[in-house]
């Protein structure tokens, strides 16, 4: 079941500068995509969100991009700081879709 | 901010044995779900539960497991037999209605000998 796929396993970015994280994904009927970080050992915490009706949507440094015709969604973070390492997973559901379904996940590093 | 409580953070058990692990969800919360991660691997959807049934489950939610709400406040998830396959972090997640994020909890790592 790869319906939300992350190919980065990893990137490292340096701080300050721009981090952009990938995730595609095939289920046309997905409609609502979040992204969750995640610290060892703890559980994935909330993000950033983006309705299919949107293209586009920011809160503070975090931007989530989406092309629906593409069927790919971006992560952007910037500046980027060291506090972001993490790894980030993104996540979609269908329309009143009772379950997330997750990527893989990509690990950040941000060096300082 | 309101948090998902769970207990134990680790459980170490043999093969064969019967684990309980333990939820508080989000107090006003309504759905309620367990995903699991293994090791380097994705986070995989188990089940989710709504007004006191079963509302969804995957191909990895077998007769060895179950879900309960006893009270008004937890939420279980029991393995009757573990095998080592079943060693993975399980998590507890709750939202309050359908559409909203899913608030996870910090886990619970099962180690099954």
């Known amino acids: 079941d790869q319906q939300v796929k992350q190919n980065s396993p990893s990137l490292s970015v340096q701080e300050g500068r721009i981090s952009i994280l990938n995730c595609d994904y095939t289920n046309s009927m997905f409609d609502y995509f979040l992204w969750y970080k995640k610290y060892p050992a703890e559980g994935p915490t909330f993000l950033i969100s983006i309705s299919s009706i949107k293209d586009k949507n920011e809160d503070g440094r975090f931007t989530v991009f989406l092309n629906k015709s593409a069927k790919h969604l971006s992560l952007h973070i910037v500046p980027s700081q060291p506090g972001d390492s993490a790894v980030y997973f993104c996540?979609?559901?269908?329309?009143?879709?009772?379950?997330?379904?997750f990527g893989a996940g990509t690990i950040l590093r941000v060096k300082s | 901010e309101p948090e998902v409580t769970q207990t134990p953070s680790h459980q170490v058990t043999q093969m064969g044995q019967e684990v309980i692990l333990r939820c508080v969800p989000i107090s006003n919360h309504l759905y309620f779900y367990w995903y699991r991660q293994i090791l380097g691997q994705k986070v995989e959807f188990l089940v989710s539960f709504y007004n006191n049934e079963i509302s969804e489950k995957s191909e990895i939610f077998d007769d060895q497991f179950s879900v309960e709400r006893p009270d008004g406040s937890n939420f279980t998830l029991k393995i009757r037999s573990t095998k080592l396959e079943d060693s993975a972090m399980y998590f507890c997640?709750?939202?309050?209605?359908?559409?909203?994020?899913?608030?996870f909890g910090s886990g619970t790592q099962l180690s099954v000998l």
């Open positions: 996540a979609a559901r269908t329309e009143y879709g009772n379950k997330l379904v």
């Open positions: 997640a709750s939202m309050w209605q359908i559409n909203e994020k899913l608030f």
